[in-house]
Every structure is written in structure tokens, then in C-alpha cells.
């Protein structure tokens, strides 16, 4: 059977290309619009002395990526999940919780949202499996977003499936902040990605993970209803592997995700938001 191909639900909402011609052949280049609001935490007066309302600056982030591909590749596309990690990052850096930390993305596709990461911590390590070129995709997305990355940015080969070279994991010791978006689509990742986040959560600890999915419903015979089995896999590992571990204390929660909006997308209801934290024991 010719495995699938899949076409995120994002380039059927908005019209975000360009007539920009891509460096590849098969590829698009799409301009995704956000509000950046200005940081400054201290009200502002004009010489009248009226508040000065300041306006949040109009700002796009460029992308080179597939409009379609085989399952496997996927990363090479734009997903919802990214788009709510996007609108996070940016309520957690207007706050300053991303000030001088050291952030790891993990499955970071075409590197969108480690691009919003990087306009507020201190360093960026953009990460993904070495497949299909999205590696290159990624350095050369941070090449047309170099206005946008205000920290140390670093891209890397990351398999969920594979051990960990010395270089990534002096990286992973020193980071504060993970984050992920839209990393399941089969059992085997979603078993993989948690075995991985276990094993950094439990690297020097303490660290913060936030992890975005996307609830994706099919109907089955089994259940004789709609189910989104991926979702209730991770849930099933989360909740097994939350209580194993020997080096930290982990704390599980569902965040709402009532935070702004600053990217132009749909925040459907299917979308949720984890954050994992762990403490040395």
C-alpha cells in the first residue's frame, strides 16, 4: 500500500504564500503574519501626561516549507500546534520568563517557533531528525528570519530513536525550557517523543517542557465512536512514565490556553497545551 499523503489544514483557512520563488523545487514560500508587542513593562506618558497606548508592531515570519507530503516528512510542513507554541512564547517573553534561559525545541519542522523563541531567551537549540533535508530547511529559514533571532541559535540533529552525541547532550545539560508542537502522528513516535522528553527532563534537572497537539479524531469499529488515538497513547506513556523516575520529581498539568492571540490561525478546540516541570529529587 503507497504510504499516504497529508496536507496541513492551515493552507485551506488563510492565504499566506508568496510569489517568492522557493530555493526548491516542490516547495512554497508563505509569510505568516503576527502582533509583536512592545516588552517595556513600565506605563508611558505623552506631554499632555495621557497614557500612551503603545500599539503592538505588524511582524511576519517568512517560511520555506511543503505544501504537501508522505507522513514521515511532515515536518517539512506548517502546523496549527505551531501557531499556539507561538502565541505561548510570546505571553511567556512579554512576561520575561524566557529572559537568560536556554530553550531546546524538539521535531522543530521548518524552525517557526523557535524563531518566536528567540526574540526573547538567550539561546535556541532548533532541533529535529536529520531526514529529508529539514535540517538545511531549518538554517536556511533562519537565514530569511535573522531580524527575528535575538539569541544564540543553534540547529541540530535530534532522533528520538537514536542515542545522543556528546555535543547534543552538553546542549541539553544546559537548557531551562523545551518545547514541542504537533511531534505525534503514530504510536511509535508518540512512544519514542516520550521516551525522549524523559530522559531530558531527568538531565539536570530542574527544566520546563511545553508540549502543544492537536486532539486528531478518526472513527473506529472498535470504539464504534471518534477517537483520537494518538492523544490517548501519549496520555497512557505520560501517565506511566510521570511516576518512574529516579533523579526528579516531575509535575503534570493541562494549561488553558485562553492566553492572546497574536498569530492569525484557527484555535480550535482540538488544540492543547502541557507543561511538564521537573525537580531534583
Known amino acids: 500500500m503507497p504510504e499516504l499523503t497529508v496536507t496541513s489544514e492551515i493552507y485551506g483557512e488563510y492565504d499566506y504564500r508568496t510569489k517568492t520563488t522557493p530555493s526548491t523545487d516542490g516547495n512554497v514560500i508563505s509569510e505568516f503574519p503576527f502582533l509583536l508587542p512592545k516588552s517595556s513593562g513600565f506605563p508611558r506618558f505623552d506631554e499632555d501626561q495621557d497614557l500612551d497606548v503603545e500599539r503592538p508592531q505588524k511582524e511576519v515570519i517568512k517560511i520555506e516549507h511543503s505544501s504537501k507530503t508522505k507522513i514521515a516528512l511532515v515536518g517539512l510542513q506548517v502546523w496549527r500546534g505551531a501557531f499556539l507554541l507561538g502565541d505561548m512564547l510570546i505571553h511567556l517573553g512579554l512576561k520575561g520568563h524566557?529572559?537568560?534561559?536556554?530553550?531546546?525545541?524538539?521535531?522543530?519542522?521548518t524552525g517557526l517557533t523557535s524563531f518566536v523563541a528567540a526574540l526573547y531567551s538567550k539561546k535556541v537549540v532548533c532541533t529535529d531528525i536529520d531526514l529529508g533535508g529539514i535540517l538545511d530547511l531549518i538554517k536556511l529559514n533562519a537565514k530569511y528570519n535573522a531580524n527575528l533571532i535575538r539569541s544564540q541559535f543553534k540547529v541540530m540533529p535530534l532522533d528520538f530513536t537514536a542515542s545522543w552525541s556528546p555535543a547534543l547532550m552538553d546542549e541539553i545539560k544546559g537548557v531551562d525550557v523545551i518545547i514541542a508542537?504537533?511531534?505525534?502522528?503514530?504510536?511509535?513516535?508518540?512512544a519514542a517523543f516520550v521516551s525522549t522528553i524523559q530522559k531530558i527532563l531527568n538531565t539536570n534537572p530542574p527544566k520546563t517542557l511545553y508540549v502543544v497537539l492537536?486532539?486528531?479524531?478518526?472513527?473506529?469499529?472498535?470504539h464504534m465512536d471518534s477517537v483520537a488515538p494518538c492523544y490517548e497513547t501519549f496520555l497512557t506513556l505520560l501517565d506511566k512514565v510521570k511516576t518512574?523516575?529516579?533523579?526528579?520529581?516531575?509535575?503534570?498539568?493541562q494549561l488553558p490556553i485562553d492566553f492572546p492571540k497574536y498569530f492569525t490561525y484557527?484555535?480550535?478546540?482540538?488544540?492543547?497545551?502541557?507543561?511538564?516541570?521537573?525537580?531534583?529529587?
Open 266 to 281: 484557527d484555535r480550535v478546540k482540538e488544540l492543547v497545551l502541557w507543561r511538564i516541570t521537573s525537580k531534583p529529587n
Open 244 to 253: 518512574e523516575n529516579i533523579n526528579a520529581s516531575w509535575t503534570v498539568e
Open 181 to 190: 508542537a504537533d511531534v505525534i502522528y503514530d504510536d511509535d513516535v508518540t
Open 98 to 109: 524566557l529572559k537568560d534561559k536556554t530553550v531546546l525545541e524538539l521535531g522543530a519542522g
Open 214 to 222: 492537536e486532539k486528531r479524531y478518526v472513527f473506529t469499529i472498535e
